[in-house]
């Protein structure tokens, strides 16, 4: 990338960028439309929503146990199955749930077609801008790529002049310029 000064006329200035710079990475932008998916996924739950108590029956505890793989025996009172429970280091009997969620995605994309003003203040893509005297030019700075022929296609452009650092100073030099 080298640094270039760009002088454009006013209309230029107001108009739509040239082709080879209306990308994303250069000084447009994509804009984006977004749209709801539905998506299923699974994850591991308790089991039972509840710790066996007194409250539950012997059936409860015992599947509760059995899916614990705590041992007891098939006389034990409520109290004694209980008892075994909580003595019995266990982990929580746990399953896997399907459930839906939404997220978004992007729908659309859209490369936008700014113009050269838009670029300068909407982004701040482009240096600040300079006009002469009489408020028919416009001289911005901006970096641009040698190797893929953007500079060449830029200076190709009617209404825009390309200029080197030190082309840019003389040029100022030679009217009265002032920041918008």
């Known amino acids: 990338m080298t640094n270039t000064y760009l002088i454009l006329t006013k209309a230029k200035w107001e108009s739509a960028l040239p082709s080879k710079l209306k990308t994303a990475e250069r000084l447009s932008w994509n804009e984006y439309t977004y749209k709801d998916v539905e998506k299923t996924a699974t994850r591991m739950v308790d089991k039972y929503d509840y710790t066996p108590s007194d409250d539950n029956t012997k059936a409860?505890?015992?599947?509760?146990m059995d899916d614990c793989d705590v041992d007891y025996?098939?006389?034990?009172?409520?109290a004694e199955l209980l008892e075994k429970l909580m003595v019995e280091p266990h982990s929580v009997p746990q399953v896997e749930e399907e459930y839906k969620y939404t997220t978004q995605e992007v729908d659309t994309t859209t490369l936008q077609s700014p113009t050269w003003k838009e670029c300068a203040f909407k982004h701040g893509k482009l240096g600040s801008p300079r006009w002469n005297k009489d408020n028919t030019k416009v001289l911005v700075k901006y970096e641009l790529a040698i190797a893929d022929g953007t500079l060449d296609?830029?200076?190709?452009?009617?209404?825009?002049?390309?200029?080197?650092?030190?082309?840019a100073i003389a040029e100022m030099?030679?009217?009265e310029w002032v920041g918008e």
């Open 60 to 64: 409860e505890i015992k599947a509760y």
């Open 73 to 78: 025996s098939s006389s034990d009172t409520k």
């Open 153 to 167: 296609q830029v200076k190709g452009v009617s209404g825009i002049t390309a200029l080197s650092h030190g082309e």
């Open 173 to 175: 030099q030679k009217d």
